[in-house]
């Protein structure tokens, strides 16, 4: 029988490692995209000509070869260069062609730049970045410890910078407000932050505050609200959080006219919390049966239920609900469709879950300011997955002051009144 005999070194050749094969096909392909936009630069001004006819736009040879950090791994690169002799009609300085895929400070793509703060965030230690993560990309250049503390110098800046940004061209028909505390590492106080998510009229949900208080006291709030109000933020329709006095009382002062929802989530578990075990469950259902009644009709009759049922043994427990009926069923005026959305504040509690477990990793933030622009970074990174409310055509209306009955929007009221006269 015949056989192949193969050279043992040309057959180590042929088997290329999958990451270095992914990694030539990038450095091709990316070779190949920045000759193509050099082509398209010098075909879009192939007529300007200098007075002796000379092309002012051509080729310059190529830049020195530099390694670009890719989810692909460390490609190296050398970008085509242009020589552009145009003058600004303006300002009369020199154009000079800058690449749109591959910038002249560019280290690391967009992604790895998202990757890093994120992976740092969620409690990858700065002193780990190296040796996790020089497997992945092929270099540990752009990834050492300094880089993570420049970025949270960074994170400091821009959470200012937030602090700081005009709202008047902004409307937050609801806003979720709820205040987390952490333990700061360096510091003896914990850090209450105070956050504020809201719904814009189209519907979609932004982070609108994020700031250090004074554990959730009334003058911690209002300062919050205050700053916000300075700054052309309008009153918000709706405002939902937990059984906080602070924030409510803030509320009252500095926008009067923003009705009050609290939050089903903390309160169900402060009234199980003044139950023996041994009727947990049932009170349990009890009160699902008020928070998901078809209307509020319903809902204040299922209130009566439970005031019968626990009102005699338990009053404390029963007082917590008959208290805040009013800002416990609030929602059933607003419509169906964001009646979910309106009973508790999940869109913070789910997002801080992150914040817990990046300060449980690392013992805590160094200091307020750095916990502040974590928790800042998170939420905003955060943002780009909030979904909009449902019917989010119906946020606008809500904002003109439409009426709603049993989720339902009322259509021309006033006609209706004058016609049943």
Request: charged share 30%; glycine share 8%; net charge neutral.
């Amino acid at each position: 029988m015949l056989s192949v005999a193969t050279d043992a070194q040309a057959q180590d050749e042929l088997r290329l490692d999958l990451d270095q094969l992914v990694r030539e096909g990038a450095q091709r392909m990316l070779a190949a995209a920045l000759e193509a936009e050099v082509d398209a630069y010098l075909s879009a001004y192939a007529v300007e000509r200098d007075e002796g006819g000379r092309r002012l736009v051509v080729r310059n040879g190529h830049a020195r070869q530099r390694a670009v950090t890719t989810a692909a791994g460390a490609v190296a690169v050398r970008a085509p260069r242009v020589d552009d002799r145009r003058a600004d009609p303006v300002t009369g300085d020199r154009i000079r062609f800058r690449s749109v895929i591959l910038p002249p400070w560019c280290r690391k793509s967009p992604k790895v730049a998202e990757v890093l703060p994120l992976l740092y965030l969620h409690g990858l230690s700065t002193g780990d970045f190296v040796p996790a993560l020089e497997a992945f990309f092929g270099s540990a250049a752009g990834l050492s410890a300094a880089v993570i503390t420049r970025l949270v110098t960074q994170w400091q800046a821009d959470h200012e910078a937030f602090g700081r940004r005009d709202l008047t061209d902004r409307d937050y028909v609801y806003i979720w407000a709820d205040g987390v505390h952490f333990r700061v590492r360096l510091e003896q106080a914990r850090l209450c932050c105070l956050v504020i998510v809201g719904v814009r009229a189209d519907g979609t949900k932004e982070l609108v505050a994020v700031a250090d208080g004074e554990r959730e006291s009334t003058d911690s709030w209002a300062e919050v609200l205050r700053d916000l109000r300075r700054r052309g933020m309008q009153a918000p329709v709706v405002a939902v959080g937990d059984g906080a006095l602070g924030l409510w009382a803030a509320l009252r002062d500095v926008f009067p006219a923003t009705r009050h929802q609290r939050d089903w989530v903390h309160k169900a578990a402060n009234v199980l919390g003044c139950l023996p075990k041994v009727v947990q469950a049932g009170a349990r259902k009890a009160l699902v049966e008020i928070r998901d009644a078809p209307d509020r009709a319903h809902a204040q009759r299922a209130i009566e239920v439970f005031v019968r049922d626990y009102g005699v043994k338990w009053p404390k427990a029963v007082a917590k609900i008959t208290d805040d009926a009013e800002e416990l069923l609030c929602f059933f005026d607003f419509p169906a469709e964001h009646w979910g959305h309106l009973k508790t504040s999940n869109p913070i509690e789910s997002t801080f879950s992150s914040v817990r477990l990046r300060t449980r990793v690392t013992k805590g933030p160094g200091s307020k300011a750095a916990g502040l622009a974590m928790a800042f970074k998170l939420l905003e990174a955060a943002q780009d997955r909030w979904r909009a409310v449902n019917g989010p055509h119906l946020v606008a209306l809500v904002r003109a002051g439409a009426r709603f009955d049993k989720g339902v929007m009322i259509e021309r009221p006033d006609e209706d009144g004058e016609v049943a006269a």
